[in-house]
């Protein structure tokens, strides 16, 4: 077949410069089909994986059939049809497994009466609900879904760290938000007003920040018959209160001594201080006296922790104590040699708040459930009125979440705590009815872990914290 103008000169091409390399003497090289490694500036390990301890298997089970062992009582094969369907189910049964070993029955068994034992769960008798009751609740859920974010930031930076503790300054006239953190910083926020700084165009929000303690601090409280005082309490062994008139700080003697304090509560003239320890210790001070004792007195009235203790503000002789020994109990402070009440709970109890008219109690617990207890003081009698389901796991990184009460609101008292979920749940304390919740989708982003109502304002005011160090303030 005649070549193509296309292959001829294409030929042509290859004898002209075969031709040249001819000329110029250059060796032609071999080609090398072999694959040829790549320079590279570093070396590239391979991975081994570790071999795995195998274990010795015991040998194969062999059939007696392949083993040539003729088979006992064999069924008849001319039946066989007849039976596969009773083999199958012989196979079945040999399958199931009803029970296990002793020692593993029994520890399963006592797992799972540790997931029954959350005690105080169902109220011994409920009351009906009265009309006023239902009536007053939802006029609160009314003014509850009214309750909004006004301030211009989504949230206000108070503190460098995660809150702890929150309060409102008594005063109705001025909001002024108090935020006490786990660096041991004691932040102020004017929630109302705003102030430009001479560098800067944007209003900023008004903070003021101190840190009076080095450790973080565990509670904060208004002196009751001074607004112009505050108390706060610290890991850092100390009890501290801030004077707002000269803007300074005060330190409460104790003799010398550093008290690892977890809470605090101050009777209502003022003048003694009842306080716990992480060792389970409740103590007393009376901060009318300048100089502290020379010999610090403990009641040992738990054997773990006690992370709160609140004294009834109708009768001062009641002290609610919760543990983390899952316990609530009620102490008569005249006599501490045994409490008039105790109420186990599944987990810590993390809180225990009376009531304004001291007639309620309600925990939080980390089994989940918020508790409500009625109080019958010419009785002596303490029942459980609900048990409330509620994700109480706030875990390393939340700050526990408390059920405070409004003080001001006695006749349908009401009480509020943190949600997982961020918002804020407002509950009765008449009927255990959810009434209402705080939230804003677009602004807020954490769990409001802390949350207080203002004590003394006509309409209803509740700021919160978060793990941000940052506040909320819905009016």
């Not at 008594?170 to 909001?175: E, L, Q, R, V």
């Not at 503000?313 to 609610?320: I, K, M, S």
């Not at 409500?372 to 048990?387: H, P, R, T, Y």
């Amino acid at each position: 077949m005649p070549l193509s103008e296309y292959e001829k000169q294409r030929l042509e091409n290859i004898e002209r410069n075969n031709e040249l390399l001819r000329q110029l003497e250059i060796p032609r090289l071999k080609v090398d089909r072999k694959r040829s490694a790549s320079p590279s500036t570093h070396t590239i390990k391979k991975h081994i994986p570790k071999k795995q301890h195998k274990e010795k298997q015991a040998p194969t089970r062999v059939s007696a059939r392949l083993r040539g062992i003729a088979a006992e009582n064999a069924p008849d094969h001319t039946t066989m049809g007849e039976t596969n369907g009773g083999d199958s189910k012989v196979k079945e049964e040999a399958k199931r497994v009803d029970k296990l070993e002793d020692t593993k029955q029994q520890e399963f068994m006592q797992m799972l009466d540790d997931m029954r034992r959350y005690p105080n769960l169902k109220p011994e008798d409920t009351k009906p609900v009265k009309k006023e009751d239902q009536d007053a609740q939802e006029r609160l859920r009314e003014e509850i879904t009214r309750l909004k974010v006004n301030h211009t930031w989504a949230t206000v930076k108070v503190t460098p760290e995660r809150i702890n503790a929150c309060v409102f300054h008594p005063s109705s006239s001025k909001i002024l938000a108090c935020a006490a953190d786990v660096s041991g910083s004691l932040g102020f926020w004017d929630v109302n007003n705003m102030k430009k700084e001479e560098d800067d165009e944007d209003e900023e929000p008004v903070v003021y920040t101190y840190r009076p303690h080095t450790r973080g601090i565990t509670n904060m409280l208004f002196d009751p018959t001074n607004s112009d005082r505050l108390y706060t309490s610290s890991y850092d062994g100390t009890l501290r209160y801030f004077d707002m008139k000269n803007a300074s700080f005060g330190l409460v003697d104790f003799g010398g001594e550093r008290v690892p304090f977890t809470n605090f509560d101050m009777s209502q003239d003022g003048h003694n201080v009842w306080y716990s320890t992480s060792e389970g210790q409740v103590g007393f001070r009376d901060i009318r006296v300048k100089d502290g004792p020379s010999e610090l007195e403990f009641h040992q009235l738990r054997e773990k922790k006690v992370g709160c203790v609140h004294l009834n503000p109708v009768n001062q002789n009641l002290l609610a104590v919760a543990s983390n020994d899952r316990t609530l109990t009620i102490w008569d402070i005249r006599s501490l040699s045994e409490q008039t009440h105790e109420f186990s709970h599944g987990y810590s109890v993390t809180s225990a708040y009376w009531s304004p008219r001291g007639d309620k109690l309600v925990t939080a617990s980390y089994d989940d459930y918020i508790r409500l207890f009625d109080f019958n003081e010419s009785k002596n009698e303490m029942k459980l009125q609900s048990a409330i389901r509620h994700n109480n796991h706030t875990g390393r990184w939340v700050t526990n979440f408390r059920a405070r009460w409004h003080q001001t609101a006695k006749e349908h008292q009401l009480f509020l705590i943190g949600n997982m979920k961020h918002p804020v749940d407002i509950f009765s304390g008449e009927t255990s009815e959810e009434i209402g919740e705080l939230y804003d989708e677009e602004r807020i982003t954490a769990i409001q872990a802390v949350a207080q109502f203002h004590p003394t304002t006509e309409n209803m005011t509740v700021v919160t914290g978060n793990g941000s160090g940052r506040m909320v303030c819905y009016s």
